[in-house]
């Protein structure tokens, strides 16, 4: 008889706790990552190494899969390949998303397309294939500040600014271009903060038998939102569009919160969250404008950058225990809620920052480190930067 199996897609630093989670409910575990010197490979029972955005290949690879274990479920956590696990566990005929949900949130267009359909608040955006194309549309826009995006990476890697259309080049053009897989750029109306509150924040919700249920939000901190924190002694200024802090949870009126639940409930149901069988996490990054917040991605996963893997555990969450128990098709009951996406110390607050150089044009290669308690968010902000300076990074 084979082993019952977890196959866990991406094998990095924040998906340790994941991989922890699978053996230590007693199954075996299979990685696949592209890099070949995974952190999670050692953990393995069987890795392979194949990009996580390589869904073909994944599927290419279940035949030997299957030959040697009883694969039970298919997951990612906290990494952006939510397609690859929806289509390999639909091949598998395992617990899955629809995978033209999974789609829609990769390809940013897309989703922007679907939340203007819905009359949602949405910047001015066009997809275009050429430079010429997106010098025209600058051109035609003369009296707004536009901003590039990779149509399906991350929101930091290509993003650039253009100012004005006589600064921009085809260099700038085929910088973001390279950063997504369509050959397609995003030219899209730069949004402004609301003044008074920190820029953006993240959430992460629950969709089960056609309801939403709040998990929990985190406040994203980018350079501009320093001014908040001017206690907060950080030594180097990155690029703009880098997030270097989150603080979890989010500290913001409930009237903003109340606004948000409504924001994501809608936007769940317009990709059709309401509808689908067994439980997915949906998280949205909301940007707050003056207008009112504006949903920047949604995405089908877990949050990244320490925050599920780390300051939600910190807090007393178990978010991959959940993610593990919805991926395997069990039912949400009170019990597999107050266990797994309970904060079990919610008075408590922690905060993660990063360190990346002052030339770093996106997020790759930073350094995380946390603190958490029941301090001041300037105080433990002050706290992660000293660990980072000491290079206590954090870990599961």
């Given amino acids: 008889m084979k082993d019952s199996a977890v196959w866990l897609i991406t094998g990095g630093p924040m998906q340790q706790i994941a991989a922890k989670t699978i053996r230590f409910n007693g199954f075996k575990l299979i990685v696949s990552d592209g890099n070949a010197n995974a952190v999670c ?24 899969v299957l030959k040697r274990f009883d694969v039970k479920a298919v997951l990612t956590f906290a990494a952006d390949c939510h397609y690859t696990v929806a289509k390999v566990a639909a091949y598998l005929n395992l617990p899955h998303l629809d995978p033209e949900i999974s789609q829609i949130c990769r ?14 608040l949405q910047p001015e955006s066009h997809i275009v294939s050429s430079f010429d194309e997106a ?35 085809i260099e700038q053009f085929q910088y973001t271009q390279k950063f997504g897989t369509t050959g397609k750029v995003i030219l899209e109306e730069q949004l402004v903060a609301d003044p008074t509150q920190i820029s953006e924040a993240s959430v992460e919700t629950l969709w089960y038998q056609g309801q939403m249920y709040w998990i929990n939000w985190v406040d994203r901190i980018f350079p501009r939102d320093l001014k908040f924190f001017p206690d907060a002694c950080m030594q180097t200024k990155p690029n703009e569009c880098i997030e270097i802090a989150h603080v979890n949870p989010a500290k913001r009126d409930f009237s903003i919160k109340k606004q948000v639940i409504s924001l994501m409930q809608n936007a769940g149901r317009a990709l059709g969250m309401h509808q689908q069988n067994w439980g997915h996490l949906l998280k949205g990054d909301i940007f707050f404008t003056e207008s009112g917040p504006v949903i920047l991605e949604l995405t089908p996963r877990s949050s990244g950058g320490w925050d599920s893997s780390g300051s939600s555990v910190s807090r007393g969450a178990d978010i991959a225990g959940g993610v593990l ?7 949400l009951t009170l019990n597999t809620w107050y266990r797994f996406f309970n904060y079990h110390d919610a008075e408590r607050t922690a905060v993660v920052f990063s360190s990346i150089s002052d030339c770093a044009q996106d997020c790759t290669g930073r350094s995380f480190a946390l603190s958490s308690g029941y301090a001041a968010v300037s105080e433990l902000m002050n706290q992660s930067l000293k660990k980072l300076e000491k290079g206590n990074y954090v870990t599961v």
């Fill in 41 to 64: 490979k050692n953990m393995a029972d069987l890795f392979l190494n194949i990009d996580t955005f390589d869904g073909d290949s994944h599927i290419a690879a279940c035949d030997e």
């Fill in 107 to 120: 390809d940013k267009f897309k989703t922007r397309e679907l939340l203007r359909t819905g009359d949602f």
């Fill in 135 to 169: 010098k025209q549309i600058l051109h035609s826009n003369i009296k707004k500040t536009f901003v590039l995006k990779a149509t399906d990476n991350s929101g930091s890697r290509g993003f650039q600014i253009i100012n004005h259309p006589n600064n921009f080049s």
């Fill in 325 to 331: 128990q919805m991926a395997l098709g069990y039912p």
